[in-house]
């Protein structure tokens, strides 16, 4: 398979801090590839460095052939990028926006319509309103409107749906989805673990390290332990309660349920019937499959 | 707005609901911005040591509303007081007997832990022992003394969030409000963060609490759903999941986001 993005070992300091840890990874042609984590994970530098908009202390990468630091010229014309602030004129109308990202890159709306179209003629009613006037989902087409213009070979999209509600992420990885039907290469970071499973492969950053790279199926198949899912109508003082078992691995609220992993060899059913008469006695059990969100958690136990 | 109460299972175990304090009364709360309505006609009550969770889509009016209950905006019309006091007269009151912290703003980045936990004591009148007490308990409880003489810019998230939460309830107050309070903070952190939640509001303090992740807003007592500027749910989760006949809170609020004609 042809690759899109090579990243080799690397680093960037800042003071006190080693944002990036020796990163390496590859991201396919044609896929979506998501960093996941929290912040402070390193997300955004690697894709300023990416991006060509910031120098690595140490190590190379290259997007699309070209080298982030010696070639950035070519690679600023063919990335498509989406910082995460919204970086678009507040002060210009949302055709003006559009046009003057066309311009810059020396092309027209109308050469590339055909790119943006899915997304664009959702807030082309609205061309002449200023983008500072725009609701957060409208800025948001007209971010990824502008990013896609050119024509990009790969798309670096930083946080896009942070802070946005369930229903406009869910849109909006819709409109991801559709990009990736066209070629596009998509890298796309978010500190919203369960949007992993959206991707075709991920990697889990943590403190500017890898944990994991796998597509999501196989983070999850990797998962090494049994994991219950436990409910009662006293979650939180039940968990309290769990999280003095010397028998338990991980306890950790997981919405309406409880994810619990024993330690090896503790047995399941002896330590429900202890706490039952804890004054639990609704408590109910069964072994679960763990999502994204578990294997994060366990792979932060282990660093 | 006794009928809430009705499937309040999983709140205030052994607690009589006629014991229950009123901490918030909204009635036929409207916000007008010129001919935008942003809030429409809100009625809702929030009860004491309840952690009440405001969920919306983007551009419902949650916001809106906040501002208004921490005394930053006065309504158009309605009957609203916060901690007893009135949202027309009496904001300055609120703004003392309220509690606030964003993601966004809450801590100063260029003080170091204590000053700013000194700094916030001050403006909300504690004494300096008073302070002095709370600076070695956070100090003690969140494990601090490693970054003692670091300024909060160079904390890690989390520790930040922990800290930013001690300081928005050192004053005691009877209510404190949480805008997205963890939003990109990592999983672990996340329940850490929820765990102080839990513990406060054992306390009997109010958690009014905003959040886009909808596994927490399984963690409140009660939630309520806003939709262009209406509330158009309010119930406990395990009540809403039933009314709406799905598995989980997410599934409720995009049927009713879904709705949502604003645009």
């Known amino acids: 398979m042809s690759k899109s993005v090579i990243i080799q070992n690397l680093s960037k300091i800042y003071p006190g801090v ?18 996941i984590g929290p912040d402070g994970a390193g997300k955004t530098t690697l894709f300023r460095i990416l991006t060509s908009l910031l120098i690595p202390d140490e190590g190379t990468a290259t997007v699309d052939g070209d080298d982030v630091v010696k070639d950035y010229k070519s690679i600023r014309a063919k990335v498509g990028y989406m910082p995460g602030k919204f970086s678009l004129y507040q002060d210009l109308s949302v055709e003006e926006n559009l046009k003057f990202f066309a311009g810059v890159f020396k092309t027209t709306i109308a050469e590339n319509y055909h790119l943006i179209e899915g997304i664009y003629k959702q807030i082309e009613p609205f061309k002449h309103r200023l983008a500072g006037n725009l609701s957060g989902g409208m800025k948001q087409k007209l971010a990824l409107s502008c990013a896609l213009i050119h024509k990009p070979t790969v798309l670096f999209l930083d946080e896009p749906t942070t802070g946005v509600d369930a229903v406009s992420r869910k849109e909006f990885w819709e409109m991801l989805h559709q990009l990736k039907s066209t070629g596009l290469t998509i890298i796309v970071s978010t500190p919203y673990m369960d949007e992993a499973a959206l991707c075709d492969r991920v990697a889990l950053l943590q403190n500017g390290k890898i944990l994991s790279i796998a597509s999501p199926e196989e983070i999850v198949a990797g998962f090494p332990h049994k994991l219950y899912g436990i409910k009662s109508e006293k979650l939180y003082p039940l968990n309290e309660l769990l999280k003095l078992e010397k028998q338990v691995h991980s306890t950790y609220l997981f919405g309406d349920s409880i994810h619990l992993v024993l330690q090896q060899n503790a047995s399941i059913d002896i330590l429900m019937e202890k706490i039952k008469t804890k004054n639990f006695d609704d408590l109910e059990w069964e072994i679960i499959s763990p999502d994204i969100e578990d294997c994060f958690m366990e792979l932060m136990h282990k660093t | 707005m006794g009928n809430h109460f009705a499937g309040h299972r999983r709140l205030f175990y052994g607690t009589n609901a006629q014991d229950m304090k009123t901490v918030v009364t909204v009635k036929n709360l409207v916000k007008k911005f010129g001919n935008f309505v942003a809030n429409d006609n809100l009625n809702f009550e929030v009860y004491g040591g309840e952690i009440f969770g405001f969920l919306g889509a983007n551009g419902a009016g949650k916001t809106t509303t906040i501002k208004i209950l921490c005394g930053l905006s006065v309504p158009t019309s309605g009957e609203i007081t916060v901690a007893g006091f009135d949202v027309y007269k009496q904001r300055e009151e609120i703004k003392k007997n309220i509690g606030y912290m964003s993601q966004k703003f809450s801590l100063y980045d260029d003080l170091t832990i204590q000053e700013n936990i000194r700094f916030y004591g001050g403006i909300y009148g504690l004494s300096n022992e008073a ?91 009660r939630i309520s759903i806003m939709v262009d500027g209406r509330i158009d749910a309010l119930d406990s989760p395990d009540e809403l999941k039933q009314q709406f006949e799905v598995d989980s809170i997410e599934e409720v609020f995009i049927q009713l986001a879904r709705t949502a004609t604003r645009a």
């Not at chain 1, 080693?18 to 960093?35: H, M, Q, R, W, Y």
């Not at chain 2, 409880?141 to 998230?157: C, H, M």
């Not at chain 2, 005691?172 to 672990?188: A, Y």
């Open chain 1, 18 to 35: 080693k944002a990036l840890d020796g990163i390496s990874c590859t991201v396919n042609k044609g896929e979506i590839f998501g960093f």
């Open chain 2, 131 to 221: 302070i002095k007490a709370k600076t070695s308990q956070y100090m003690e409880t969140l494990d601090l003394y490693d970054y003692a003489k670091s300024r909060v810019l160079d904390l890690p998230l989390g520790i930040k969030q922990k800290l930013a939460f001690s300081v928005a309830v050192m004053h005691e107050p009877q209510i404190v409000f949480l805008d997205e309070p963890t939003s990109g903070v990592d999983p672990i952190t996340r329940r850490q963060f929820w765990d102080m939640i839990n513990a406060e509001a054992e306390k009997g303090t109010t958690v009014f609490v905003t959040t886009h992740y909808m596994d927490e807003a399984e963690y409140c007592h």
